[in-house]
RNA sequence: GGAGAGGUGGCCGAGUGGUUGAAGGCGCAGCAUUGGAAAUGCUGUUUAGGGGUGACUUUAACGAGGGUUCGAAUCCCUCCCUCUCCGCCA
């Protein structure tokens, strides 16, 4: 959520920096409002001070025992007066406030300064890679085909039990996911990230706090009876830990690293990866969530990427980092960089991990923020989150880029002490 | 699911419908004391919105939302949450 009162102060410069994301954003209506409410407040503040001002002077009247005073007849009369007038005016400000808030909600994060400016995905920034592009094998399979074969991954029987775009592991093809499971929270955890295991169920709150609602309603999962969702990501329940919480500013800054189940609609995506494990109704995923002083976000957002790379760089997965443009960010970021890793079968790169700095954004929403000693008031933290990485992705990737001249696959170094075993 | 108890500031904990943003304590900060510290003493210590360059001023907030009243932390209603006991349960 952006703050009302730099859209007041400089609306222009606000309009400019939501332009760049090449949408059409209208901030005219929220500033009329805005303006409006404002008078509406000042009136009922006045209004409000004589009440209690005449509270007062009733209190005192009874009790120097003058309890059937003309004088307290005609104050009360007057009280009564305001009171209507209060009545008046306040259901109007708070329709008004309301509008507000839905307008507000409904804005995305202003582009960080240093993300480079671009219409769409073509203008987003290569910054670097790593690894070779294994062109594989003449006969090699793509991911989904040797999962089959290797009787390690059911589709068919997961539709039946399900529906379309869920997956079943079995055998050797569960244990490597747990391994990856383990690998990186292991690594995460040495690394300085507190482990969470966070509720896969959360309430409405928690989606507006991270910005999935208002606007994404239809890409969640809702359970009907019950004012809760299932997560999209460990993001959502892993950052609203600190809603409405005030830290103390040594406590600065928090890393925590959290495996959960992720669950998402995939509302409009008919057609898209309707094969293998890329684009799943429910897949697993370690994320890393930070908190932190806004003067440091932007090196913990570079480290925050390092420590998603590290764990591609530890199973010799070829990947590069894309930084997203203007254009082709996501709804709460102010700056991102996507991970991506090389799938052979494909001959492509494809996202495995997106790594956000939101600012301010998700803390205004869900009111976290920090206080440090000796100064007055509070500040809102900065919230920066990424995949490290996306199981099923980081699976696929593995499946295919370590297929080996027997049609087996290598399973990496650092996954065998979790597997006890070389290939699969 | 049934029965009961309770939600007050960073924490603990008082609270009578009337100048209570809220006693007291802890914690924290500053000052004094000390060779230095502990102990002690004094002072200060919530957040958010509006107005003002500013000292400042004004409004709101005692789980949330309504109601009664000139006036509500205090009385009434609804909802949420927590705890205890019983039942059920991995």
Not at 262 to 279: M, N, Q
Request: a negative charge; aromatic letters at 8%; charged letters at 25%.
């Amino acid at each position: 959520m952006l703050d009302i009162k730099l859209l007041r102060s400089q609306p222009n410069q606000i309009q400019d920096r939501l332009n760049l994301r090449g949408g059409t954003i209208d901030l005219t209506e929220i500033l009329a409002l805005d303006q409006t409410v404002r008078e509406i407040e000042t009136r009922r503040s006045h209004l409000e001070a004589e009440s209690n001002d005449i509270g007062k002077q009733v209190g005192k009247l009874m009790q120097s025992g003058n309890k059937d005073g003309v004088d307290i007849q005609a104050l009360k009369d007057r009280a009564n007066e305001i009171k209507h007038q209060i009545a008046n005016i306040e259901p109007e400000e708070k329709v008004i406030k309301e509008q507000i808030r839905q307008l507000l909600l409904v804005i995305p994060n202003l582009p960080d300064q240093t993300t480079p400016i671009g219409k769409n995905e073509l203008e987003n920034i290569e910054v670097r890679n790593w690894g070779n592009e294994y062109k594989g094998l003449p006969d090699l399979l793509p991911h989904y085909d040797i999962g089959e074969k290797l009787g390690i991954m059911n589709f068919e029987r997961a539709v039946k039990v399900s529906q379309s775009r869920f997956v079943t592991l079995l055998g050797a093809g569960a244990a490597l996911e747990r391994a990856l499971i383990q690998f990186m929270l292991n690594t995460h955890a040495q690394r300085g990230y507190q482990e969470v295991l966070p509720p896969y169920l959360v309430n409405s709150a928690s989606l507006l706090g991270t910005g999935q609602l208002p606007k994404f309603a239809e890409d969640a999962f809702k359970c009907a009876e019950d004012d809760l969702w299932l997560i999209p990501t460990a993001e959502v329940p892993v950052t609203n830990l600190y809603r409405d919480e005030v830290i103390e500013a040594e406590k600065l800054p928090i890393y925590h690293c959290a495996f959960t189940p992720c669950f998402r609609r995939e509302a409009g995506s008919y057609g898209r990866d309707t094969k293998g494990l890329i684009r799943l109704h429910q897949f697993h995923k370690v994320e890393l969530v930070k908190f932190v002083h806004p003067e440091r976000s932007h090196s913990e957002h570079e480290s925050l990427v390092a420590d998603a790379e590290f764990i591609l760089q530890a199973l010799k997965l070829p990947y590069r980092v894309i930084e997203l443009c203007t254009g082709d960010l996501g709804f709460g970021a102010a700056k991102c960089y996507d991970l991506e890793v090389w799938l052979p079968s494909a001959n492509q790169y494809r996202e495995i991990s997106s790594c956000s700095n939101f600012n301010d954004f998700q803390s205004r929403r869900a009111n976290i923020r920090f206080k440090a000693k000796k100064q007055k008031g509070t500040e809102f933290v900065h919230t920066l989150n990424g995949s490290a990485l996306a199981v099923g992705r980081t699976m696929a990737a593995i499946l295919e880029n370590y297929q080996d001249a027997q049609g087996r696959v290598v399973i990496p170094d650092v996954l065998q002490p979790y597997m006890g075993r070389e290939y699969l």
